[in-house]
């Protein structure tokens, strides 16, 4: 079986790396030439962990192109991994999905061939893939689904920072398919790929599209709800987050999984999934309060870590603020919605406030974003030298080595939002600051 992988980015690139590590021969299509340039030198073209270990380990077998047709001649599946930006009223454009399935069926409707698979693996509202997609590959091509084609809805649920994993060892496969033939050949697919034997849900494609935003919803609806005990704990003496997430993740109804009590979601997913979540639920006249809710705490907790830093501020002689972590999480250059980013613009609102900010990997999106608005650190002593009040806002392993050495004004006060530091590696200068306890 011989694969083709439209869209080269983030998932795309990780995913064609992942099959073609794995034995298939990949062909990925992208737009954007740089990165089929980039694959085609055996390079990564984009950053993420692993990523670049596995277009070594592809041996040959993973090349891009810019042309469709050739992807199609050359491969009996087609992964769709294209952009699905969020619309003005919530739902995902498929505007992306679109432009490349016209020219992926135009090529089908040419290439002398009894059967393809295409794959939608991009996020996309649900009733997209029935109500738009398959209607256009049927138009476009003049062939009929299941019998010429066949279409699985396939998003995958990795994280950014640690995609290549995931992908390869998922607890879950999603797979919305056509008909059984075509979720037989997807699932042979990741027979070969996955490194452990994921749950297997199959399903119809419909009830795959919701599965996807729902699951992302109810992952963010626990950290509103940690994020709500975290704001509790800071307000009850002898009261730890940690003690009692640890208990709450025990029960297996709950597990621990995203249930830490620190700062809110970010990045280019929870926000812009519960985002369709709400849109599609009115779409069917129902209102999705729990997701509203979810969304509504999240913005508050950074109100919330803002007011704690002005307290802070207003202390002392604290009108630089140190902001550690730039990046929605750590390992990843992607600052979409993150939260260190959020925080920033709250202080930038206020007057007479300067901000320098280090971030192991996401400086450069940093400054695309905030211009000289901002100032920007060398190194995580130099922002921690130039500054007595510090938020740290990412789990990043170097933050977790900050230490009494690293520090220059005596005192100083990190606010740390992960409960990351040893407080006892601090000395003694330094006020240490665990958000979800009695902080002062
Ligand atoms: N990044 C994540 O964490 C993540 C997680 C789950 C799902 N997703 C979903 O996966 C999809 C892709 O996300 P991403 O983060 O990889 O995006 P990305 O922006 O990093 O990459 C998308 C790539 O598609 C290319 N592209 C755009 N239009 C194209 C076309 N017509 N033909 C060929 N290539 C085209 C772009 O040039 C780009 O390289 C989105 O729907 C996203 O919601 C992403």
């Given at each position: 079986?011989?694969?083709?992988?439209?869209?080269?980015?983030?998932?795309?690139?990780?995913?064609?790396?992942?099959?073609?590590?794995?034995?298939?021969?990949?062909?990925?299509?992208?737009?954007?030439?740089?990165?089929?340039?980039?694959?085609?030198?055996?390079?990564?073209?984009?950053?993420?962990?692993?990523?670049?270990?596995?277009?070594?380990?592809?041996?040959?077998?993973?090349?891009?192109?810019?042309?469709?047709?050739?992807?199609?001649?050359?491969?009996?599946?087609?992964?769709?991994?294209?952009?699905?930006?969020?619309?003005?009223?919530?739902?995902?454009?498929?505007?992306?999905?679109?432009?490349?399935?016209?020219?992926?069926?135009?090529?089908?409707?040419?290439?002398?061939?009894?059967?393809?698979?295409?794959?939608?693996?991009?996020?996309?509202?649900?009733g997209t893939t029935g109500e738009s997609l398959?209607?256009?590959?049927?138009?476009?091509?003049?062939?009929?689904?299941?019998?010429?084609?066949?279409?699985?809805?396939?998003?995958?649920?990795?994280?950014?920072?640690?995609?290549?994993?995931?992908?390869?060892?998922?607890?879950?496969?999603?797979?919305?398919?056509?008909?059984?033939?075509?979720?037989?050949?997807?699932?042979?697919?990741?027979?070969?790929?996955?490194?452990?034997?994921?749950?297997?849900?199959?399903m119809s494609i419909i009830s795959a599209e919701?599965?996807?935003?729902?699951?992302?919803?109810?992952?963010?609806?626990?950290?509103?709800?940690?994020?709500?005990?975290?704001?509790?704990?800071?307000?009850?003496?002898?009261?730890?987050?940690?003690?009692?997430?640890?208990?709450?993740?025990?029960?297996?109804?709950?597990?621990?999984?995203?249930?830490?009590?620190?700062?809110?979601?970010?990045?280019?997913?929870?926000?812009?999934?519960?985002?369709?979540?709400?849109?599609?639920?009115?779409?069917?006249?129902?209102?999705?309060?729990?997701?509203?809710?979810?969304?509504?705490?999240?913005?508050?907790?950074?109100?919330?870590?803002?007011?704690?830093?002005?307290?802070?501020?207003?202390?002392?002689?604290?009108?630089?603020?140190?902001?550690?972590?730039?990046?929605?999480?750590?390992?990843?250059?992607?600052?979409?919605?993150?939260?260190?980013?959020?925080?920033?613009?709250?202080?930038?609102?206020?007057?007479?406030?300067?901000?320098?900010?280090?971030?192991?990997?996401?400086?450069?999106?940093?400054?695309?974003?905030?211009?000289?608005?901002?100032?920007?650190?060398?190194?995580?002593?130099?922002?921690l030298s130039n500054s007595s009040l510090c938020?740290?806002?990412?789990?990043?392993?170097?933050?977790?080595?900050?230490?009494?050495?690293?520090?220059?004004?005596?005192?100083?006060?990190?606010?740390?939002?992960?409960?990351?530091?040893?407080?006892?590696?601090?000395?003694?200068?330094?006020?240490?600051?665990?958000?979800?306890?009695?902080?002062?």
């Open positions: 079986m011989r694969l083709s992988v439209i869209g080269l980015g983030k998932l795309g690139a990780s995913s064609a790396a992942c099959f073609a590590a794995k034995g298939f021969e990949v062909i990925g299509v992208d737009i954007n030439k740089d990165f089929v340039d980039a694959i085609n030198n055996g390079q990564a073209p984009v950053y993420e962990p692993r990523l670049q270990e596995f277009i070594a380990r592809s041996q040959g077998r993973l090349k891009a192109t810019q042309d469709y047709a050739e992807a199609i001649r050359n491969s009996d599946v087609t992964f769709l991994i294209v952009p699905t930006p969020s619309r003005q009223d919530g739902h995902f454009s498929d505007k992306y999905l679109q432009d490349a399935l016209k020219h992926l069926a135009a090529a089908f409707r040419d290439a002398p061939k009894k059967y393809h698979l295409f794959v939608i693996t991009s996020t996309v509202s649900p398959i209607p256009l590959i049927e138009s476009v091509s003049g062939k009929k689904m299941n019998r010429d084609f066949g279409v699985c809805f396939n998003p995958e649920f990795i994280a950014l920072g640690s995609v290549i994993t995931d992908l390869l060892n998922p607890d879950l496969l999603l797979i919305g398919e056509s008909d059984k033939a075509a979720g037989d050949q997807l699932v042979g697919i990741y027979e070969k790929v996955c490194e452990n034997k994921p749950y297997i849900a199959r919701i599965t996807k935003i729902s699951l992302n919803s109810y992952i963010t609806m626990k950290i509103s709800f940690a994020n709500t005990l975290a704001n509790l704990c800071e307000a009850i003496p002898g009261t730890h987050i940690d003690d009692i997430t640890k208990a709450l993740g025990a029960d297996r109804r709950i597990s621990p999984y995203y249930l830490k009590g620190g700062l809110s979601f970010g990045g280019p997913c929870f926000p812009r999934d519960n985002r369709a979540f709400v849109a599609f639920a009115q779409k069917y006249g129902i209102d999705a309060k729990l997701v509203k809710a979810t969304d509504e705490v999240n913005r508050f907790q950074i109100d919330h870590l803002a007011e704690k830093i002005f307290g802070y501020m207003a202390e002392g002689p604290n009108n630089v603020v140190a902001v550690l972590g730039l990046a929605f999480k750590p390992n990843t250059r992607v600052i979409e919605e993150s939260p260190g980013v959020k925080i920033i613009e709250e202080l930038l609102k206020k007057k007479d406030v300067e901000i320098i900010v280090y971030d192991p990997l996401a400086m450069e999106n940093a400054r695309a974003h905030f211009g000289d608005n901002i100032l920007y650190a060398s190194s995580m002593k130099d922002c938020v740290i806002t990412t789990q990043a392993e170097e933050f977790k080595t900050i230490r009494e050495s690293d520090i220059r004004h005596h005192p100083t006060t990190i606010i740390d939002c992960w409960r990351i530091l040893d407080p006892s590696r601090l000395g003694r200068h330094v006020k240490h600051v665990s958000v979800g306890t009695v902080g002062r």
